[in-house]
């Protein structure tokens, strides 16, 4: 193994440490908070729940910004900031009394969390990988499931031991000093600053003294912002991921309404985590072999069996199969983002696309838990939405093969042509 692709790998394993810590911490375990804060301050359910929303509004705010900074400043200086404003920000919860408090440090939380998330993980795998990326991106992209599985009994622990003060100071610091140091010494966006070069293989030309680096392939951003497709690529991700989000925030409540015990809810949650792990590789090594369009039959084809199993699932059996087939559909969210860019639009304007294609899918997903709230609310089942959620999912994802079907015909699949240049 050469110095090159030791360092390529590292990007791999420092992308899965950020999600790992950064992303399951403040993106997924945060929620555990909900209960012992709002009962130890005395606290309306709803209101503090806000603060969820405010966070995700603040980082699609955050996302362009973050993009302009990763293009002009060194990524081990712009990730860094962001980890202090997120792990910063997850420590100062500690000292919050007031839900104005909440709200003010969410906004700082989420602006942070955007810049060392999911959108520069996948950022940094795709400019060091030419080869082999969805694999790649699937491995790294795993510490988020990992995490919840692993993190998830931790972070309980440590709110019901030590109380939920000490619980948010503790998971702050970890985050702070472990992502910092690690940031510091391997954050690049390009290869050319570790002068390196994108990971490469079956070629047998791989040698320590190779500079070669190919020529980014693709539109500029400007060339496809006003093209129908592009909007219709925008919208089939933004439905897509208000489908998730309205979903994943509900479904354990929805199996406690259908009969199934506490127990039983957290073993379907568990196994969801492992099958997502498990989704995130399958569909990275589907994207490598097979291309976007197998990629996006993987994911479509579990996510759509996940919920017509959800509609069914005061079965254990099909409770738990639910969780095996929506956790390999929820990769979406992570592997087929990134995954899906490249594909469809290469990769010279690929940062541009990902933040923007962020700030849509983040929308979607923040306001979904939203309205599955108020479907429950206004007609005391989740039935109804879940249906709504198939048809809407369905829709988009039918958006997004029309838009790939689209840029093959007309463009033969070569979407860095004369006439997108002009």
Known sequence: MTKNTLRCFSIVGYSFILMFLMQTIVGSLHSLFLVPVTEGLGMERSAFSLMFTISGLSGVASLPVVTKLLQKYPARIVVSVSILMSGGGFAMFSQATELWQFFAIAVVMGAGNSGCTLMVASLLINNWFEDRKGLALGIG????????????????????????????????????????????????????????????????????????????????????????????????????????????????????????????????????????????????????????????????????????????????????????????????????????????????SYADILGIVNMAYILGASFGPFVSGMAFDALGSYRIIWMVYLVLFSVSAVLLWLVKSHLDKRYNSLWFCSEMQE
């Not at 391997?186 to 047998?204: C, H, I, Q, T």
């Open 141 to 348: 992209l795993t510490g988020s499931g990992f995490g919840a599985a692993l993190l998830s009994p931790v972070v309980t622990h440590l709110i019901t031991v030590y109380g939920w003060r000490t619980a948010y100071l503790l998971c702050g610091i970890v985050m702070l000093a472990v992502c910092i140091p690690l940031t510091l010494l391997l954050a690049a966006v390009s290869p050319a600053e570790k002068n390196a070069r994108p990971y490469r293989d079956g070629s047998g030309k791989e040698t320590e003294n190779t500079t070669e680096i190919s020529k980014p392939e693709g539109p500029e951003l400007k060339a496809i912002r006003g093209k129908g497709f592009f909007w219709m690529f925008l919208i089939g991700m933004a439905g897509w991921s208000f489908a998730i989000g309205g979903i994943h925030s509900h479904f354990p409540a929805y199996l406690t309404d259908v009969g199934h015990t506490a127990q039983f809810v957290a073993m379907v949650y568990s196994v969801e985590a492992v099958s997502l792990i498990i989704g995130k590789i399958a569909a990275g090594m589907i994207f490598d072999a097979k291309g976007s369009k197998a990629g996006l039959l993987f994911m479509a084809g579990t996510f759509a069996l996940g919920l017509v199993l959800l509609l069914m699932a005061e079965q254990p059996v099909l409770a738990v199969l639910f969780a095996v087939s929506y956790g390999c559909g929820i990769s979406f969210s992570s592997v087929g983002i990134p995954s899906l860019i490249g594909g469809f639009f290469g990769q010279k």
